[in-house]
């Protein structure tokens, strides 16, 4: 009998985004309706439905673009009183000229009504490091960008997790970034990055110290690294559950496997654990979408559907620190699944309380759920899967 935090697979049939995915793929609730976006480089969709399995045509968003670069809608977030704050990964080609090599910057919209049309706030996290033309990665040259955003309990701060590919070596790799939450109408220079153990450094051209460094530089053919963080928090752990890519080692982002991170507290970036393979896999943007009312890619608990590249084919089920039984004591096999819109009891991802404590743990809401397989059907995060089998193409896609 093992002890140990674990995540588990379960195989489930196959779920499909209503549009073409090339990043991470938000969502917000509203009126009752679930609100999806996912974006390739010819700009970002959203459609809504009853629950993530129950979702219309995707619809081009209305932006007025700042600047006429592929853009991609990463995280979203709705206020209280209806407004959606939106932060997307846009990419500045034609800075090697004679290549297609591009240079990723992030930046911060605003939607007055409903998350249909957003107004550009422009730049929040742009990279001051000297873009490197020789790099060998076959994408970026340098910038941040594929993040996730995702604000506190306490609602004192939004903290981005995202991608940083140039500078010295051990400024690449994963990093973090906060803006106060009453900064969030004019973010523009009110975003600072973690650096050598501190808030100190600007979101526009300032240092960082990332979580997860790179351990081969993005500039070189072999690179190894992780990046395209995906967040959320996790009301059956009581912890905030970061999901990565790694990026191994050869040009193209071949993907080595998709990887957990575990958190109780976002202002200390210091406290997410080692990150740990729970599938081998060569498809991209992992995240997970909670069940229930309430799950977002920002929210879920015990148990939530998987996505890879906006297609999802499992459930993923957390397990806290305790024994894990080689075989189900009463030697039930798992329900059958008659359809992919019943994965879970609704009841699985109550709303966090803002008030509580990052440290807090929730109440045991999902310990006694039914929808999670028996320890036998269930693949620890020591074990392998086989990789999806989704369309391949290039990491986002070229202007037109």
């Not at 004192?156 to 973090?176: C, D, K």
């Not at 110290?209 to 928090?233: C, E, K, L, M, Y």
């Not at 790694?246 to 200390?268: F, H």
Request: glycine share 10%; proline share 10%; with cysteine.
């Amino acid at each position: 009998m093992a002890f140990a935090q674990q995540v588990h697979v379960r195989d489930m049939p196959q779920v499909d985004m209503p549009a073409e995915v090339d990043s991470n793929s938000p969502a917000f609730w509203s009126g009752g309706e679930f609100h999806l976006y996912n974006s390739t480089g010819a700009g970002p969709k959203t459609s809504t439905g009853s629950d993530q399995f129950h979702l219309g045509q995707a619809q081009s968003i209305v932006m007025n673009y700042a600047q006429a670069w592929p853009t991609w809608m990463e995280s979203v977030w709705m206020d209280e009183d209806g407004v959606v704050y939106g932060w997307y990964h846009r990419e500045h080609f034609g800075v090697c000229p004679g290549t297609s090599l591009e240079e990723p910057q992030i930046g911060a919209a605003i939607s007055y009504d409903g998350g249909h049309s957003f107004l550009d706030m422009g730049a929040i996290l742009q990279s001051g490091d000297p873009i490197d033309c020789s790099s060998k990665n076959g994408y970026a040259v340098g910038g941040h960008g594929d993040f996730s955003v995702i604000v506190d309990r306490q609602k004192n701060y939004f903290y981005f997790l995202f991608s940083n590919y140039g500078g010295p070596l051990e400024s690449q790799g994963v990093a973090i970034a906060r803006m106060e939450f009453a900064s969030r109408t004019s973010p523009v220079g009110n975003v600072w990055k973690y650096y050598q153990g501190g808030w100190t450094e600007p979101g526009i051209r300032g240092h960082m110290t990332p979580i997860f460094p790179a351990t081969v530089s993005w500039q070189r053919a072999d690179t190894d690294s992780f990046w395209g963080p995906s967040i959320h928090w996790n009301t059956y752990l009581g912890k905030y559950v970061m999901l990565l890519n790694r990026s191994c080692c050869s040009p193209g982002y071949p993907q080595e496997g998709i990887y957990v991170s575990y958190s109780k507290s976002l202002s200390n970036p210091g406290s997410w654990t080692q990150p740990v393979k729970f599938l081998d896999n060569t498809g991209w943007y992992p995240q997970v979408i909670g069940s229930g009312a309430n799950g977002t890619d920002k929210l879920a608990g015990r148990v939530a559907r998987l996505y890879i590249y906006g297609h999802s084919s499992w459930q993923v089920i957390f397990e806290r620190d305790a024994p894990v039984p080689d075989t189900p004591a009463d030697g039930t096999q798992p329900p059958a699944a008659t359809s992919p819109d019943d994965p879970a009891p609704p009841t699985d991802t109550p709303a966090p309380d803002p008030s509580a404590d990052d440290s807090t743990p929730p109440p045991d809401e999902g310990a006694a759920s039914t929808d999670a397989p028996p320890a036998s059907e269930m693949v620890p995060v020591t074990e392998s899967r086989p990789a999806i089998r989704v369309p391949r193409r290039p990491l986002h896609s070229l202007p037109q």
